[in-house]
């Protein structure tokens, strides 16, 4: 969980500079790094056209077929990143700090997580 707190604080860090809502665009940014990782693997072991299947709409749109899929995907990543760091680890959603954890990113740190993430 330290190190979960030393990369959200590190991303937090970054997207204070940029102005309100830091915790919007952390949280974003480890839905996307998820929602990546989530898909590969299905594509890996094989099951992604499954699982699309399984959920789509059938309309004969590609990309509308697809929109129940990755929507519920987000939604259920949104909810477990949201517990995991409101609730279970106590970030504050102002400041980025914990009760239970205390970190703060260097020059080099910012750099490492931005490499590692994208």
């Not at 940029?18 to 594509?43: D, H, K, P």
Request: glycine share 6%.
């Amino acid at each position: 969980m330290k190190f979960i707190y030393n990369i959200y604080i590190t991303l937090f860090v970054h997207f204070s500079k940029q102005g309100e809502g830091a915790w919007y665009g952390t949280m974003l940014v480890f839905l996307g790094v998820s929602f990546f990782f989530s898909i590969l693997g299905l594509a890996m072991v094989g099951l992604n056209k499954q699982l699309i299947d399984l959920f789509s709409l059938k309309s004969g749109n590609e990309y509308l077929d697809k929109a129940p899929f990755f929507s519920l995907m987000f939604f259920l990543y949104w909810k477990l990143f949201s517990y995991l760091f409101y609730v279970k680890m106590a970030i504050s959603k102002e400041d980025g700090k914990s009760p239970y954890y205390e970190y703060t990113p260097t020059k080099r740190d910012i750099i490492l997580v931005w490499a590692v993430f994208f």
